[in-house]
């Protein structure tokens, strides 16, 4: 075999105490197309950035070009050839393709500008790729796909001899998706090496020869793609059984809290309707962009519904404003934790309270009460802080979830929507997050969860509503409640079924 | 280590009771420092006289910065409020006037005043939050029309009161301390209860951090800024009452001049944020101490009036850095 482009020796990195990688080893050579797996937290973002040079390495070595070194820095690994396409994109939107493709490694001419190469190397590389995509058109007119491509040409014209690619997928729809695969494909036999990041199994073993899984910062599984399928990778992935992270699911539901009927939103969402009991949690699936987020802010009266109706407890009820919603003692639990959920300059305790406030009220603000309903749930929820006067924006992700589930908890809420509870935080406060839910629930709330994470949908949901393009095309129960058929109704591959009173004909 | 967390835990709640920030502790010390300098520097600064004069000279212009720290918690400006002292003063004297009784007349004179001003502040509350024009521009504009307004009421001639009782107001003592320093330490006391004991002032601040944050929390967003801005116009409308009672008279071209600058020069150097959710009243009242000391400085040092500008200048960069390197 050809001497490696990188080894990796007994690589590892800690932060303080924790160690979040330890002991990778990895050969990168060239013409390999290699996948990563591992969940959120398990290593996966930082072992990237150990070889792009982010990062550097608390113990072991990096060897490249015969040479040792002890850590890399982005200048040196970018001058080794490697190089990263980032999740999100690092594109100037107000320029041009060629001049993108050049940012930072401009061809100059007599000290200006050579615009003329410039635009005919971009062409080439386009070429080479078999893109058509025009070198003048400017960035904000091209497509997600589009801007990809021109981060892959931005690579190339860099000579890079390694791509690492961190979850390039999940923006691109299918036939994007084999365009990018036929890219990667053709750098792989010009000789690149590729690093492949995806949640996604299938892909991984479609497209990788070799497939390396971490799991808790340490390398589980590191073997050829022929020897795993799906399922192996993913127990190796998670390392314990499903059933073992979520909490049991409980039969008895009690009566309707929440009645959607017939909801609709202007071209996003059509004739919504579902019921939501008491000690039920109901899952919300469906692709990115279907509309799952928009039923919870029309509910909330985030959005003006262009018809339908909205009972709680069999009343009807009126709701224009999230004030209106936590009166009728329903709370949402936003996608977006920084934009739309927590101050991020406010302390532990004024985020806890900025809902109910009024209730620690009576003339003036008792402070002294806040602090101690603040306290209640930093125990109650084992929020982590140095202390409750710390900004949030300072807490980890994890714990900052926490805060933002207090909040809502303290309007004491019969009804919780949760859109996407666990994004972002590590795998162990996960668990402690479903366990939570499901203990809400047993309390007799009513909990309809939204997440893009089927397996957390599976299991978590007591009962699983499919959307696809605005319409809920499936209610599944029970043992229907599995990957396969959420995924094939979600995707639309099988059709629409017809809605039925409160369940569905599968047809 | 759980014990010594738990003290300063404590500790840092008490100085937040008090709204004593670790923020305010940097113009605190500068205040200090800048009260020795001046003693040392000059005999006359610490004559009762020359104090009294500091302090009522900055209560003018810190009654404004009070209300202008409102409108930058919230995530706003208001460069409209020097204007507006010149217009509420103008309308002020025109109703004191028109009434024959003294007392009554002083009484009608403040309504009008505090009506005004809040009314002009509703107004500037309006153009942002259902014009949606950014409050730079929306004050900016209304900075040029009130001044316009008040030079074509009064042919750009002064306006003089003829009621006997009204110079006593903001000339006037009580306790030995001048009016207009009471009403100034007043309404910080008021206006600091305001915004850290009630709901209107948490939620100002939510609103100034992250407005998208404030809508999904279920706060009338629009209503907590049209109320910044409320209180910004009432604020000036004290103001204008102080100052046109210890003139006896208002001149619409020169009073209230570059006031605006002098309100957002106290909140800025006080360390309340400009970017908005964060702040603190105590800390524009040193802010409007430490501009107010500065200027008599130089005065009683004899520097140039023309310099002034420049010394003022520098200490709100001074601030600015000071901030912005506490925030890294």
């Known amino acids: 075999m050809t001497e490696a482009i990188i080894r990796l020796h007994n690589i590892g990195k800690s932060f303080g105490p924790n160690v979040v990688l330890q002991n990778i080893n990895l050969d990168i050579h060239p013409g390999e197309i290699i996948g990563i797996l591992g969940e959120n937290g398990a290593g996966k973002s930082t072992l990237l950035k150990l070889i792009s040079g982010v990062y550097q390495p608390s113990i072991g070595s990096l060897e490249a070009d015969g040479r040792h070194y002890d850590q890399l820095d982005p200048v040196t690994s970018r001058r080794l050839g490697i190089a990263m396409i980032p999740q999100e994109f690092n594109l100037v939107p107000t320029l041009r393709v060629y001049e993108n493709v050049f940012l930072g490694q401009e061809i100059r001419k007599r000290g200006f500008l050579d615009r003329k190469t410039m635009r005919e190397k971009t062409r080439e590389v386009m070429e080479s790729l078999h893109s058509s995509l025009d070198p003048e058109a400017p960035i904000s007119t091209l497509s997600v796909a589009e801007k990809q491509m021109v981060e892959v040409a931005r690579v190339l014209v860099d000579d890079a001899r390694l791509v690492i690619l961190d979850e390039p997928t999940t923006v691109l729809t299918d036939r994007e998706v084999t365009v990018l695969f036929d890219v990667v494909r053709r750098l792989q036999s010009a000789g690149v090496a590729v690093l492949f990041i995806s949640h996604k199994l299938k892909e991984v073993r479609d497209l990788c020869h070799s497939v390396l899984i971490l799991r808790d910062g340490e390398v589980v599984e590191q073997s050829s793609t022929d020897d795993l399928d799906e399922e192996d990778m993913a127990r190796k992935m998670v390392g314990r059984e499903l059933s073992q992270v979520f909490p049991e699911k409980q039969g008895q539901a009690g009566d309707v809290a929440l009645e ?25 699936s469906g692709l990115v962009g279907s509309g799952r987020t928009e039923i919870a802010e029309t509910i909330m009266g985030l959005r003006e519904k262009t018809s339908g109706q909205i009972l709680i407890n069999g009343e009807p009820c009126n709701i224009t404003s999230p004030e209106d919603a936590h009166r009728q003692n329903l709370a949402y639990l936003s996608e977006d934790r920084q934009g739309k959920g927590l101050v991020m300059s406010f302390n532990l305790i004024e985020n806890i309270t900025l809902l109910s406030l009024k209730r620690y009220i009576k003339g003036l603000i008792n402070h002294r009460a806040e602090r101690r309903r603040a306290e209640h749930y930093q125990q109650a929820l084992s929020i982590r802080t140095a202390s409750l006067n710390t900004d949030v924006g300072l807490l980890s992700g994890g714990n900052q979830q926490k805060v933002y589930l207090a909040k809502l908890l303290d309007i004491e809420p019969d009804i919780l929507i949760l859109d996407e509870p666990t994004r972002g935080i590590d795998v162990g406060t996960k668990h402690e997050f479903y366990r939570l839910i499901r203990k809400l629930a047993s309390d007799g709330k009513a909990i309809l969860v939204i997440s893009s994470e089927l397996e957390e949908i599976i299991g978590l949901c007591d009962q699983v509503l499919v959307v696809r393009e605005g319409r809920i095309v499936a209610d599944l129960q029970d043992e229907q409640i599995n990957e396969e058929d959420i995924m094939l109704y979600a995707a639309g591959a099988r059709g629409a079924s017809t809605v039925t009173g409160t369940g569905v004909a599968l047809s | 280590m759980t014990q010594q967390r738990t003290m300063m835990d404590r500790m840092g709640s008490h100085v937040n009771r008090l709204g004593l920030d670790l923020t305010i502790l940097a113009p605190l010390i500068a205040l200090v420092v800048l009260l020795v300098a001046s003693s040392l520097a000059s005999e006359y600064f610490l004559n009762t006289r020359n104090i009294t004069n500091v302090m009522r000279q900055v209560s003018y212009t810190g009654i404004i910065a009070i209300g202008v720290t409102f409108v930058i918690i919230g995530g706003g400006i ?196 400009l970017s908005g959710g964060k702040g603190s009243i105590w800390g524009t009242v040193i802010g409007a101490l430490i501009l107010g000391i500065i200027n008599n400085m130089l005065n009683l040092l004899g520097v140039s009036p023309y310099l002034q500008g420049m010394v003022k200048g520098s200490v709100i960069l001074i601030a600015v850095l000071v901030q912005y390197k506490r925030q890294q």
């Not at chain 2, 030079?151 to 006593?168: C, H, I, K, R």
């Not at chain 2, 009471?182 to 206006?191: G, N, P, T």
């Not at chain 2, 915004?195 to 809508?215: I, S």
């Open chain 1, 260 to 284: 959607v009927r017939q909801l609709s939103l202007e071209h996003v969402l059509t004739d919504v309707s579902f019921t939501l009991r008491r000690g039920q949690i109901l899952g919300l």
């Open chain 2, 78 to 273: 208001d460069l409209s409020v020097g204007s507006m002292v010149a217009l509420v003063g103008v309308l002020l004297l025109y109703a004191l006037n028109a009434v024959t009784d003294p007392v009554m007349a002083i009484v009608v004179g403040i309504l009008v005043a505090l009506g005004s001003g809040a009314l002009f502040g509703v107004f500037n509350g309006l153009l942002v939050t259902r014009g949606k024009i950014t409050a730079f521009i929306a004050t900016l504009a209304t900075m040029s029309i009130f001044r316009s307004v008040a030079l074509y009421l009064t042919d750009a001639g002064e306006v003089v009161s003829d009621n006997p009782l009204f110079p006593d107001l903001g000339g006037g003592y009580w306790l030995g301390i001048p009016i207009p320093v009471w009403a100034f330490l007043i309404l910080a006391a008021v206006a600091h209860v305001l915004l850290f004991y009630t709901r209107f002032g948490r939620h100002l601040c939510a609103v100034g951090a992250n407005t998208q944050v404030a809508r999904y929390s279920g706060i009338r967003v629009r209503s907590v800024i049209l109320g910044s801005f409320t209180i910004a116009g009432a604020c000036v409308g004290l103001s204008a009452i102080m100052l046109t009672s210890r003139l006896n008279s208002i001149s619409p071209s020169d009073a209230g001049v570059l006031y605006e600058l002098d309100a957002i020069a106290a909140v800025v150097i006080g360390g309340t944020a």
